[in-house]
């Protein structure tokens, strides 16, 4: 059954897609609103009857995840603003920004070749940030995507796990391969791979390189440090774009270090062609206490 308990899954199906499904026999009807998105509909449950086929117990839960998460908590936060999608991912679902910090990055990476995007986890920036860069690959408008994080433990603990340097670098790099993978099938995303379309690699590997006809992401860019983000903002090469994102509220360097978002977003602002977004609590896409806990904690910052 891919309807759900008590059709939980239609329900919130119905809601995302704009529709109504009507599940009696011999098959389901399906009624489209204003802003149906049948086409998405029709994909996400064909993905769905094969999970189901397999024998896995289908959840709301389960199906918000192969979504992309949940919607926003206020439905009219959108309200008047164009929110065209970006790219569907390998669901058929569309890709769209959710809150209104979401649409300011979608514009600003339009209008500007460095985009600064600072906020706590759970906004979505860094998912939306790699929707925007295999969009632009999938168009044409860039010949490739890097990837880049910085590997923060080097120098303590990747000496003493097991495997070759890319097995040691892996868990460091997950969360962007994650967000591929939802994005992408896995035959077309193994091919950018293996041509070198897409890179994903710790930020020492961009050290003396330029990046041309690119479209770069530096993802946990607080836990640079300065030299590492001036090395990294000079890779740039010609027709390239790159997106920056952090939370600088996280930073794990040594103490007393500086970060290198935090330093650059301070030396950079008002240079033209540079951007700056700040999500905060209210962009939270994640369960209803994420964006309490962060409020609570923003106050707490607030009274020291």
């Known amino acids: 059954m891919i309807s759900g308990e008590n059709e939980a899954v239609f329900r919130l199906l119905e809601s995302r897609?704009?529709?109504?499904?009507?599940?009696r026999l011999p098959g389901l009807t399906v009624v489209g609103g204003k802003d149906a998105d049948?086409?998405?509909?029709?994909?996400i449950l064909d993905q769905l009857k094969v999970v189901a086929r397999n024998g896995d117990i289908l959840t709301a839960a389960e199906v918000e995840?192969?979504?992309?998460?949940?919607?926003?908590?206020?439905?009219?936060?959108?309200?008047?603003?164009?929110?065209?999608?970006?790219i569907r991912n390998r669901f058929g679902v569309a890709i769209a920004p959710k809150t209104r910090s979401q649409v300011e990055l979608v514009k600003a990476v339009a209008k500007n070749d460095v985009i600064?995007?600072?906020g706590p986890a759970g906004t979505g920036k860094t998912f939306l940030a790699v929707a925007l860069a295999v969009a632009s690959l999938e168009n044409r408008e860039a010949e490739r995507i890097c990837l880049v994080r910085p590997a923060v433990e080097a120098g303590e603990t990747l000496g003493f796990l097991p495997g070759d340097l890319k097995e040691k670098i892996a868990p460091y790099l997950r969360p962007i391969q994650d967000s591929l993978s939802e994005l992408?099938?896995?035959?077309?995303?193994?091919?950018?791979e293996e041509s070198g379309a897409i890179e994903v690699a710790p930020l020492a590997y961009m050290r003396g390189r330029t990046l041309k006809r690119a479209f770069i992401i530096l993802d946990e860019a607080q836990n640079t440090t300065v030299a590492q983000m001036k090395m990294?903002?000079?890779?740039?090469?010609?027709?390239s774009k790159a997106i920056i994102t952090g939370d600088t509220s996280q930073v794990d360097l040594a103490k007393g270090?500086?970060?290198?978002?935090?330093?650059?977003?301070?030396?950079?602002?008002?240079?033209?062609?540079?951007?700056?977004?700040?999500?905060?609590a209210t962009d939270v896409l994640r369960h209803p206490l994420v964006k309490d806990i962060l409020l609570a904690y923003e106050q707490k910052e607030k009274r020291k």
């Open 17 to 23: 897609f704009c529709v109504e499904i009507q599940s």
């Open 38 to 43: 049948i086409q998405g509909l029709f994909a």
């Open 65 to 86: 995840r192969l979504l992309g998460g949940p919607q926003p908590q206020n439905v009219h936060e959108l309200d008047g603003i164009p929110t065209e999608p970006i």
């Open 116 to 118: 600064f995007a600072k």
């Open 184 to 192: 992408l099938p896995a035959e077309k995303l193994r091919r950018y």
């Open 232 to 239: 990294f903002l000079t890779r740039l090469g010609p027709h």
């Open 257 to 280: 270090e500086e970060s290198g978002l935090k330093h650059a977003m301070r030396i950079l602002s008002g240079i033209h062609g540079i951007a700056q977004i700040t999500f905060g």
